[in-house]
């Protein structure tokens, strides 16, 4: 797709892989509406880019979700990409006893069920528009659970589930619209300072989903993903307990 003088919604643009997305879509006239919920990180992030603003907004409100579309329809006037970023990670022993289904259920709202109505109340203007994208960022645990975040790989999977379906059925019904998913690995953001383990650079999977744009390229596996992603073919069972540390 051309990606020139858009205008595009980013959820959790204020910080980590949404902010290098949003650096790299800045250019070319693109037009670029920043979401998240603390004010200061989406002002510092608007002051940095070229032709920027923001709108603060919890996307697992519905209030403000209402609130945020009137201001992209009365501000901008349309939407022509829309990219599901914002998401949260919890890490815990999955046998603990406690607090499994609070943790399960406030990823759950944020990594799935939020991009579900943010799409159903945004796909309208993208409806409108002539070229229109939903960018859906994923991860490799969509498709390679990993059991020490184990109920968020389970959103991560409901969320490509649903793109799947998503994809086939705007194909046929709204072909200018098209459904694009990211499964990075590790990325070095606010999200994993707590984990060990190689990161990529999250300039580098921005890097990669411009370009896929540019080339309709629907999945997209920056880093190692694409190399566990070809083994995970080949073997699921061997590569699931690989990717878990397990000796096979
Ligand atoms: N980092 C990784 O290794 C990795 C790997 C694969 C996939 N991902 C995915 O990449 C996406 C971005 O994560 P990141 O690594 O860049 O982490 P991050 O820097 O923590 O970014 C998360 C963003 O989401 C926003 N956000 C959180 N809750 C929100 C809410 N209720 N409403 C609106 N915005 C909200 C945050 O801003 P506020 O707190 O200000 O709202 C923040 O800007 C996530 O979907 C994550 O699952 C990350």
Do not use: C
Not at 117 to 137: D, Q
Not at 163 to 187: A, Y
């Amino acid at each position: 797709m051309n990606i020139e003088n858009k205008t595009i919604l980013i959820t959790g643009g204020g910080t980590g892989i949404g902010f290098a997305i949003a650096k790299v879509l800045s250019l070319k006239g693109n037009n670029l509406i920043l979401v998240g919920r603390r004010e200061d990180k989406l002002k510092e992030a608007v002051a940095r880019l070229p032709k920027a603003s923001y709108i603060v907004a919890d996307v697992t409100n519905s209030t403000d979700v209402e609130n945020l579309v009137q201001q992209v329809n009365a501000t901008f006037g349309g939407l022509d990409i829309l990219v599901n970023n914002a998401g949260v990670v919890t890490a815990y022993p999955l046998e603990s006893t406690e607090g499994v289904y609070e943790k399960a259920k406030f990823e759950m709202d944020l990594n799935y069920l939020s991009v579900v109505r943010l799409t159903e109340r945004l796909l309208p203007l993208l409806k409108a528009s002539k070229e229109a994208a939903i960018v859906n960022i994923e991860s490799i645990v969509s498709y390679l659970p990993n059991t020490v975040i184990a109920t968020y790989s389970a959103t991560k999977a409901a969320l490509h589930s649903y793109s799947q379906s998503l994809r086939l059925v705007l194909q046929r019904t709204h072909p200018h619209i098209q459904l694009f998913e990211v499964f990075p690995p590790f990325v070095d953001t606010d999200m994993t300072k707590g984990f060990s383990a190689d990161k990529l650079s999250p300039d580098v999977v921005a890097e990669d989903i411009y370009n896929a744009l540019q080339k309709n390229e629907y999945a997209i596996r920056p880093g190692l993903t694409k190399d566990v992603y070809h083994s995970f073919l080949q073997s699921p069972e061997i590569t699931l307990k690989r990717f878990n540390g397990i000796e096979v």
